[in-house]
Nanobody
Framework: EAQLVESGGGSVQAGGSLRLSCTAS?????????VGWYRQAPGKACEVVSV????????YTQSSVEGRFTLSRDDTKNTVSLQMDRLRPEDTAVYHC???????????????WGQGIQVTVSS
């Protein structure tokens, strides 16, 4: 079964760091594909966090995480990672990994969508 497997979530105090990883199982990241992370906080709409395109350049980044979150991909390992530093309580959400030929700056029905991993930041 083709799926995205996420890891690395958890609870941390404000100002701390977490690293999320997402590995493809049952398929591989094509060199022309986009991969990225989205999140949904309780009572709020799903939003993009950051998307990296085939060239390795970050394509979309949520303005509130710029300078704090870094997205990277390793196609040899079929993995995309999100390093989150200087976390804030408002970063608390369920984070989803996504993969498609072309990801958008908004949440949509993508080819592959991870089940989600909880990130909780306490003040």
């Amino acid at each position: 079964e083709a799926q995205l497997v996420e890891s690395g979530g958890g609870s941390v105090q404000a100002g701390g760091s977490l690293r999320l990883s997402c590995t493809a199982s049952g398929f591989t990241f094509g060199e022309l594909d986009d991969v990225g992370w989205y999140r949904q906080a309780p009572g709020k709409a799903c939003e993009v966090v950051s998307v990296i395109v085939r060239s390795g350049n970050t394509y979309y980044t949520q303005s509130s995480v710029e300078g704090r979150f870094t997205l990277s991909r390793d196609d040899t390992k079929n993995t995309v990672s999100l390093q989150m530093d200087r976390l804030r309580p408002e970063d608390t959400a369920v984070y989803h990994c996504a993969h498609d030929r072309s990801l958008s700056s908004f949440c949509a029905k993508f080819t592959h969508w991870g089940q989600g991993i909880q990130v909780t930041v306490s003040s």
